[in-house]
């Protein structure tokens, strides 16, 4: 689109009246810039027809609602399937509902969509450089640290005796924990690579033992549990004052969240460095067979709208993403839900470099489908050296990726 723009010349006397011309010329260009670019976006193809994939009825229809209030000459150009969510790559959908971690193995499907101007951004903790341009998160699900506000006040602790382990070792603190890939991953993320690296280079032997160590030590300190079997509402009992809260249940309705007694915060520090609970982020992409972009580029920027945001919140989905200086943006009488969005700024999502060998293989498979987590829970039962688990620990994992 070419911008004409008309410039008066005039004579310049000082030095300020340059200062305020050049001001005036980047003004000018800023504003052809940005109605040029809000034109290209909202020419939208003319009978557009999307069909969307979401997960949830009411969602659905606050979405439509919404879009055909906003956009009323193209009433009626959302059509929407409901459904469980599910990875396929047998896609029908204009606009599919899927997650970071299946967008990835599916971004040949996907168009790249630029030029989205969204209200709200995502954590940055929380999203993908390299979906940056295929995938908009809306919503998340994973573990986020919580605590019960009275058994706190009855052992005489605040907030402060729940900043790291240690502290909470010293002030005798009872943390759940269990040994299902998800809970343990916090401990070791920091080992794990951030790019595609042969097998050999994977673990190094050394900072691996080390930190093998440190957490049998701190299972230890804490008295962390036993458990091979997840407790889904360890939160609602006595036994523990805090630990890692999955949001894929429903917590909503358990006597410790409708009392106001379950909070939420960033997870516990760890020998001196920061730590997070693993996150997965759902939302929209756009496939490579949508006949109508500009249209989905107006979707898009719709459900990251204030409007947009505040539908997620209506119909209670999950953990809408939102940056914590912006939570305050939004009605939400439930003054836990915004520990809670807050909370899930300090997560993680999972670490998806792959091993060499096998491309199909990714880290957080590696942690969460092999043997890993198996092998630490025996370790920390028995008597056996760091050293002699490190060994097995690679000999398997070696077998189990890659198969030699």
């Given at each position: 689109?070419?911008?004409?723009?008309?410039?008066?010349?005039?004579?310049?006397?000082?030095?300020?009246?340059?200062?305020?011309?050049?001001?005036?010329?980047?003004t000018a260009f800023l504003c052809a810039c940005s109605n040029a670019s809000r034109e290209k976006i909202e020419m939208t193809e003319k009978d557009?027809?999307?069909?969307?994939?979401?997960?949830?009825?009411?969602?659905?229809?606050?979405?439509?609602?919404?879009?055909?209030?906003?956009?009323?000459?193209?009433?009626?150009?959302?059509?929407?399937?409901?459904?469980?969510?599910?990875?396929?790559?047998?896609?029908?959908?204009?606009?599919?509902?899927?997650?970071?971690?299946?967008?990835?193995?599916?971004?040949?499907?996907?168009?790249?969509?630029?030029?989205?101007?969204?209200t709200y951004d995502v954590p940055?903790?929380?999203?993908?450089?390299?979906?940056?341009?295929?995938?908009?998160?809306?919503?998340?699900?994973?573990?986020?640290?919580?605590?019960?506000?009275?058994?706190?006040?009855?052992?005489?602790?605040?907030e402060e005796d729940l900043v790291s382990f240690e502290q909470m070792a010293e002030s005798h603190v009872r943390y759940y924990h269990n040994h299902m890939g998800e809970y343990v991953y916090p401990f070791f993320a920091k080992l794990l690579p951030k790019e595609t690296i042969p097998f050999t280079n994977l673990f190094p032997k050394e900072q691996t033992i080390k930190q093998l160590k440190a957490y049998k030590e701190i299972n230890a300190k804490l008295d962390m549990p036993d458990d091979l079997i997840q407790q889904k509402d360890f939160y609602n009992g006595d036994d523990y004052l805090c630990g890692l809260l999955s949001t894929k249940f429903q917590y909503e309705?358990?006597?410790?969240?409708?009392?106001?007694?379950?909070?939420?915060?960033?997870?516990?520090?760890?020998?001196?460095?920061?730590?997070?609970?693993?996150?997965?982020?759902?939302?929209?992409?756009?496939t490579k067979e949508c006949k109508y972009p500009n249209t989905a580029r107006q979707f898009l920027a719709m459900v990251r709208s204030k409007k947009g945001i505040q539908a997620l919140l209506d119909t209670n989905m999950k953990v809408p993403l939102l940056c914590s200086e912006d939570v305050k943006d939004f009605y939400i009488y439930d003054h836990a839900k915004k520990e809670l969005i807050e909370a899930v700024n300090t997560t993680q999502l999972y670490n998806l470099s792959i091993i060499e060998e096998n491309p199909g293989i990714t880290m957080e498979m590696l942690i969460n489908q092999s043997d890993f987590t198996s092998i630490l829970q025996n370790y920390i039962c028995s008597k056996d050296s760091a050293a002699k688990v490190y060994k097995e620990l690679v000999k398997n994992l070696r077998t189990w990726s890659i198969g030699k």
């Open positions: 689109i070419r911008q004409n723009v008309m410039i008066e010349v005039v004579i310049l006397k000082t030095g300020e009246d340059m200062k305020k011309l050049i001001l005036l010329g980047i557009a027809h999307l069909l969307i994939q979401v997960e949830h009825q009411a969602y659905a229809d606050k979405l439509n609602d919404l879009w055909n209030r906003s956009y009323p000459k193209q009433k009626d150009a959302l059509h929407f399937v409901v459904q469980p969510y599910y990875f396929t790559q047998d896609i029908k959908q204009d606009i599919i509902w899927t997650n970071d971690i299946d967008a990835t193995f599916l971004k040949d499907k996907l168009m790249e969509i630029k030029e989205v101007s969204y940055d903790s929380l999203q993908r450089e390299e979906l940056s341009d295929y995938y908009t998160p809306v919503i998340g699900e994973g573990l986020v640290f919580c605590y019960r506000k009275d058994l706190l006040e009855k052992n005489k602790l605040s309705n358990r006597s410790a969240y409708q009392n106001g007694n379950l909070h939420f915060m960033a997870m516990p520090s760890w020998q001196e460095e920061t730590i997070a609970p693993p996150f997965t982020t759902f939302g929209f992409a756009v």
